[in-house]
């Protein structure tokens, strides 16, 4: 027999989980440690609590609901996402795992199963990265460094002062790294936040792996001189350099790199105005891969089109790396399960990379990992018109269920 969740109740939460937050054009308001993001935790414990689960939360304040093992001892089988969410987002991003694996606690008691493994429904503080980004899922892996937190995304300031508001400590951040080894694994669900199911008619996508990216700052040095009385061919135009490159890059990729992106999302030309050459842009520009040696070979191959751009161009170019995330494949056996659960209820799946991160990106490093994706209209995200048909989302939770409870069965 295939368990199935129920979708009437998970309705009900998903309602009201969505009205903390909730924005008049249909959105969520719910960054990290805002008012409306503590109703939410506050919430998800309530509604373990009603339903007899465990609750606990940790030093990185990951919330967590479970549904122990008849041993004390045995491990845990991670289910989750997160409740936080970007400045304007939608009701689906995160939000919809967390119920997912709530509401697949609550099926597993409900059908009076007894698994060898605990199961635990997971909200990781902080993935949308209003301070860090992944912070709770990266805490708990037990490799968020010191060096990630002197400078997190928000700003420094913003982190010292968002802990003390909240009374957490760095330390307690450090601290709440969990023993990979009393981890059976971990399995998210969330929204595809992208076109490719819907296009496909895909019911259910299997993560192959989380993309990895790296991010460059380019700096193009020419010389800034009068617009009216240099000539043409006396000039080191650095917004030539520029335009070159961002044209390069797309030549490059697409090229050379089939299934990578990369994308100079920012240009300051310097010092910008209508009568003076410009002596100076400076470029953001950031790559993403699924494979960490392609990567590698990707950031190379953009770096020597920077420098021949520079070349034609007669400017001296600099380039720095601000920030790499590897890239995270899923688990094969994993994957498997989740190919199984859905196969079991008659939908349809295909493979896919995640471009955007996860939560599952941290926990891959040390237990494993697994995302379930479900279709998201349109391909929108992180914007109040985000949409998943709520079949989909029932679809879903159910795949989530039937591939936990076939992992937590052989682990
Ligand atoms: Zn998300």
């Known amino acids: ?21 909730g924005t008049a054009d249909g959105g969520i308001a719910r960054t990290t440690f805002s008012e409306a993001h503590f109703e939410a935790r506050a919430w998800f414990l309530e509604r373990g609590r009603a339903a007899g689960l465990e609750t606990h939360v940790d030093s990185a304040a990951n919330h967590s609901l ?33 119920l997912c694996a709530l509401e697949v606690l609550r099926a597993v008691q409900d059908a009076g199963l007894a698994l060898p493994v605990a199961l635990e429904a997971i909200d990781f503080t902080d993935e949308e990265g209003t301070l860090v980004g992944e912070l709770g899922s990266w805490a708990l892996t037990g490799e968020l460094s010191a060096e990630i937190l ?25 601290a709440a790294r969990r023993d990979p080894s009393t981890l059976a694994g971990f399995l998210e669900l969330h929204i595809e936040q992208g076109p490719v199911l819907e296009r496909a008619g895909t019911d259910i996508g299997i993560v192959t792996g989380i993309i990895g990216s790296s991010s460059f700052q380019v700096v193009f040095e020419g010389d800034a001189r009068h617009a ?27 090229r050379d790199f089939p299934g990578c992106v990369a994308t100079v999302g920012d240009i300051q030309i310097e010092p910008g105005s209508f009568n003076v050459v410009p002596g100076r842009a400076r470029l953001r520009m950031e790559c993403r891969s699924l494979d960490p040696e392609e990567l590698d ?30 890239p995270a494949p899923t688990d094969e056996r994993v994957r498997a399960a989740i190919e199984l659960a859905a196969g079991a209820l008659g939908l349809t799946t295909m493979e896919l990379p995640s471009g955007a991160g996860h939560d599952a990106q941290a926990l891959a490093q040390v237990t494993p990992s697994g995302m379930i994706f479900v279709p998201s209209a349109g391909g929108v995200s992180h914007d109040p018109a985000e949409h998943t048909a709520w079949e989909d989302c029932v679809n879903g939770a159910n795949v989530l269920l039937g591939a936990a409870v076939d992992l937590a069965r052989s682990g």
């Open 1 to 21: 027999m295939v368990l199935r969740i129920d979708p009437d109740r998970m309705r009900t939460d998903f309602e009201q989980l969505a009205a903390m937050g």
């Open 150 to 174: 002197a400078a997190p995304r928000g700003g420094r300031d913003l982190l010292v002062s968002e802990l003390a508001r909240v009374g957490l400590t760095e330390e307690g951040l450090l």
């Open 228 to 254: 009216g009385t240099t000539p043409m061919e006396a000039r080191r135009d650095a917004a030539l350099g520029a335009a070159g490159f961002v044209l390069g890059v797309r030549e490059t990729v697409t």
């Open 297 to 326: 070979a990707l950031e190379l191959a953009l770096a020597e089109r920077a420098r021949a751009e520079a070349a034609t161009y007669g400017l001296e170019v600099e380039l720095r790396r601000v920030g790499r995330w590897e």
């Open 66 to 98: 479970r549904l122990p093992a008849g041993d004390r001892s045995a491990r845990t089988l991670l289910l989750g996402s997160h409740l936080d969410s970007v400045r304007r987002g939608g009701r689906y991003d995160g939000a919809l795992g967390v």
